[in-house]
């Protein structure tokens, strides 16, 4: 972004009492108002990142780079548990020239550590300093458990619940906090773990696959090979995805040769080859008449063959910035997402026990 990749401090950050944060607020965009170069304070939503006083120095880095795509009201919620009760605050404000412009574009940051129980006063805390006419959106890190109150209760208030917790090659297991998660949060709240963008990588390369392929009417099998030596979190949710994007209907849940196996109707199935951990993820697709397709990633690479033709596509960036911005873009529900996470959902007791 030439001309606005460079964010430059209003103010320092300065430590307030709790109970003033706006007051200060105000103060700093008087002073700012006063000044020769004319700003502007923009505010698109409330973004609140919540994680443990061990990850507070990497949560931070996110805050300038996330507020040159999304200006917003960034709340920074530090916990540490097991101090005795206590609160600080910090605000600030930063600014990004536009480019042939005599303006600055500015947002705001609060950043509040909460020791002790964090749990009704932090929500509460939370919700007066949102700006009441914006949404919310809230970013969990993978610091702190899916099953803290706080995130429990950040969900029955705000629109938007992005959490950090699942790792692709992390045992399929793992998944069920988030799916109890996803389960019992109010329809207004969307909620979405970046893994599901992590994975929007190998959606795109399937649907381009699909574009050379013969009909989906004809496809009978899809083999889904990964790393690791049990079914991870990654292949699940791919598996999930395919079968509600070609609307498969689970019959059971079974074993084929020594490999699960989700049966669907009309003789299709899904198996999970889980391959070791220095194998090349990919998913194989076996149509009628003996054809096959595939799309393996190695490297920053996915290799596409259908039949006879091999062409390769590049990896999208996963990095957590670049995931969180595309994230932070999307605010309604993606109903294929979540039709996807209810089947996962639906599988996951039975493939465990398989």
Known sequence: MSGESTLVPLSAPQEVDVAKIEQELEAIWRDAESGTQPVTRATAFNLVLVCDHGSESKARELIPELALVHPTRTMLIV???????????????????????????????????????????????????????????????????????????????????????????????????????????????????LLWAELSGFRGAVAELFDECPPVSTLRE?????????????????????????????????????????????????????????ADPGIEFLFDDEFSAAVVRTGADFTLTCGGHTHTAHVRESDMLTLLTHELHAWGRDPRMDKSARMAHLWLPELLFS
């Open 79 to 193: 916990l540490n548990e097991s101090a005795p009760a206590a609160q600080r605050a910090w605000v600030s404000a930063d600014c990004r020239k536009l480019e042939g412009e005599n303006r600055q574009i500015c947002t705001e940051t609060i950043v509040l550590e909460m020791d002790g129980a964090p749990e009704p006063r932090t929500s509460s805390l939370i919700n007066s300093l949102s700006l009441g006419s914006l949404a919310t959106a809230v970013v969990w890190h993978e610091s702190l458990p899916l099953i803290h109150p706080l995130l429990l209760a950040l969900t029955r208030t705000c629109e938007r619940v992005i959490t950090c917790a699942t790792d692709h090659l992390a045992p399929a297991s793992s998944m069920k906090p988030w799916f109890d998660l996803y389960e019992s949060s109010p329809e207004e709240c969307v909620v979405t773990d």
């Open 222 to 278: 899809v083999r889904i090979h990964s790393q690791g030596e049990k079914l991870t979190c990654g292949a699940l949710l791919i598996a999930s995805w395919i079968a509600a994007t070609l609307d498969w209907e689970l019959q059971s849940v079974s074993l084929h040769g020594k490999r699960p196996a989700i049966e669907c109707r009309d003789d299709r199935r899904i198996v999970f080859y889980p391959e070791g951990p220095k």
